[in-house]
C-alpha cells in the first residue's frame, strides 16, 4: 500500500536515505561521503508537513516501509523564456534494498504518476546519477524519457 509518510515513518526513512546515499557513495565516492542521510529528523519532519513537498510510503501488509517518493511542486511563471509550467520533481525515490523485485519501486512512480495527474501537473521529472544505472532502467521502463544532460569535467 502507498500513502502520505506521517511523523511516525521518519525513523524508517533515516534508514532508507542511508541506502540511497550508499548507492550513491558507491558509484561517485568523490562526491558523497556516505553512510549519510540529505535530511536530518526535523528537517522531514518540516516536508511531511508541508503540502508542497510530499512525501509518499510504501508499506506491506505488515505496515513496514519498504520504500518512499520525495517529490517537490515546482512552477515557472512569467520567465521570459520558459513557459509557466507546473511540475512534479521526484527528489528522491528509495526501495529497500531487500524489497527490490517486489514491484515497490512501480507502486510509488505509479502513485506518484496518479498524485500529479489529479492536481493538474505538466510533467514529472528527476535527476538520475550515471553511476547508478539500475535507477535509469527503472526510470526509462516506467516511460521516462531524458529532458536535459547534465555534464561534468573533473579537474
Not at 541506502?19 to 511531511?48: C, S, W
Request: glycine residues 6%; aromatic residues 10%.
Amino acid at each position: 500500500m502507498v500513502r502520505k509518510a506521517t511523523t511516525n515513518d521518519i525513523q524508517r526513512i533515516l534508514e532508507l536515505l542511508v541506502q540511497v546515499d550508499m548507492v550513491h557513495h558507491e558509484g561517485r565516492p568523490d562526491l558523497f561521503k556516505g553512510p549519510a542521510t540529505k535530511y536530518n529528523a526535523e528537517e522531514l519532519q518540516k516536508i511531511i508537513d508541508d503540502e508542497t513537498t510530499p512525501v509518499f510510503v510504501c508499506e506491506n501488509d505488515e505496515g513496514y516501509v519498504l520504500g518512499h517518493a520525495f517529490c517537490i511542486h515546482k512552477q515557472v511563471i512569467g520567465d521570459s523564456v520558459l513557459t509557466d509550467v507546473k511540475t512534479l520533481y521526484i527528489d528522491d525515490i528509495c526501495v529497500d534494498e531487500k524489497a527490490r523485485g517486489q514491484k515497490v519501486g512501480t507502486q510509488l512512480y505509479d502513485y506518484v504518476v496518479d498524485y500529479a495527474r489529479k492536481n493538474g501537473f505538466y510533467n514529472i521529472t528527476l535527476n538520475v546519477w550515471t553511476c547508478n544505472p539500475g535507477a535509469a532502467k527503472f526510470y526509462e521502463a516506467m516511460g521516462l524519457k531524458p529532458q536535459k544532460t547534465c555534464m561534468e569535467q573533473i579537474l
